[in-house]
């Protein structure tokens, strides 16, 4: 039994969203209802996030990847498409290395396929309260992350991403040659100023995935506008990509 908390809508063939790191499944607010229009969207809080709790002392990708899992076999979902970003696409490659046959057709959304020193750089940005603080959104993830451990947990939730992402230590460490083994049709989506996700990855993805299409965001850096001004272009082509024959 699967112990993530998820929030669904919609009807059809399963759509499985997954955040980004230190966010939630409310990330996808603003594309749940218009994808909700063509797919059954399943859009859980990963491990250590929002209203999942912790299953170990370290976040781990593979052990997000394998609730996810078990989250699909409660749902009774054989396969699903899946959207994935940053941490959450992190999830998804997983899930297509490892568990191919639980994926459909993939998104790639804001990351690559390993982490280095340089595109860690961002990652500990990212995971530094006062950068939060400095766009005044620490309020907003005290809330979300409360059920963490209280008000504070939220600064933990952080510091749990920076952990899963460190390329000393993470699983989320592939190379080219597992990429050209990937199944799933896939869409590598990235900002074309994305610290963390530079365009030289994603071109080395986008021509090593055997089945892979690239949208390039312009001027874009890992904050995409994908929930706000981008919203309904964002959702509209990834229903574009997912419904498009072979």
């Known amino acids: ?56 002392d370290r976040l781990a990708i593979g052990d997000i990847g394998r609730e996810v899992v078990k989250l699909m076999d409660r749902l009774d979902i054989a396969q699903a498409h899946f959207v994935g970003s940053s941490m959450g696409g992190a999830v998804a490659l997983w899930l297509a290395v490892n568990d191919p046959q639980r994926l459909k057709k993939l998104v790639l959304f804001r990351v690559g396929y390993r982490k280095n020193s340089h595109t860690n750089d961002g990652i500990r940005t990212l995971s530094d309260p006062e950068y939060w603080r400095g766009l005044g959104l620490q309020g907003w993830l005290s809330n979300l992350h409360k059920p963490q451990g209280g008000p504070e947990a939220w600064k933990i939730v952080l510091g749990r991403v920076a952990q899963a992402m460190d390329p000393a230590t993470t699983d989320h ?36 995935i055997p089945d892979a299409s690239l949208w390039v965001l312009p001027n874009a850096s890992h904050v995409t506008a994908t929930n706000t001004w981008r919203a309904n272009c964002f959702s509209l082509e990834i229903t574009r990509f997912i419904q498009r024959r072979a």
Do not use: C
């Open 173 to 208: 460490a592939h190379d080219l040659s597992v990429l050209a083994k990937v199944q799933a049709s896939t869409l590598i989506a990235v900002g074309d100023r994305d610290p963390l996700v530079p365009l030289d990855h994603a071109m080395e993805m986008f021509r090593t």
């Open 1 to 56: 039994m699967s112990i993530l908390h998820y929030t669904e809508a919609g009807q059809g063939e399963a759509l499985i969203l997954l955040h980004s790191g230190g966010m939630s499944g409310r990330e996808w607010d603003p594309q749940m209802a218009a994808l909700a229009q063509r797919f059954r969207v399943v859009a859980p809080d990963q491990l250590g996030h929002g209203n999942s709790p912790m299953v170990a």
